[in-house]
């Protein structure tokens, strides 16, 4: 059974940090490419971040260097690091796994999200 649980997050001021955790079971977690999404009430999910099999991480470009994603692949997770958050980042932040296989469909998970609000 596939399971992506997010810890982390909650409420903070503009300027603080927070960090947000997956913690991955039920597939194999070194081949996935990890990433964290976000939405909003109205709003499409955006990609965030993203940390490769091989450990390469992307960030989408309104992080700006603020946030840093990476993974623990012996105990199966994914983190998120956010700082000098800005209302502006006060979303619903999902866990996400994906596997692009040769051949086939692509197999997605997600996590059922975990709540960061920004505002003083």
């Known amino acids: 059974q596939v399971q992506l649980v997010e810890s982390g997050g909650g409420s903070v001021q503009p300027g603080g940090s927070l960090g947000l955790s997956c913690t991955a079971s039920g597939f194999t977690f070194s081949t996935y490419d990890m990433s964290w999404y976000r939405q909003v009430p109205g709003k499409e999910r955006e990609l965030v971040a993203t940390?490769?099999?091989?450990?390469?991480?992307n960030y989408a470009d309104f992080i700006k260097g603020r946030f840093t994603i990476s993974r623990d692949n012996v105990k199966n997770t994914v983190h998120l690091q956010m700082n000098d958050l800005k209302p502006e980042d006060t979303a619903v932040y999902f866990c996400?796994?994906?596997?692009?296989?040769?051949?086939?469909?692509?197999?997605?998970?997600w996590g059922q999200g975990a709540q960061v609000s920004v505002s003083s």
């Open positions: 940390v490769t099999a091989t450990h390469t991480a």
């Open positions: 996400n796994a994906m596997y692009v296989p040769g051949w086939g469909p692509r197999r997605v998970y």
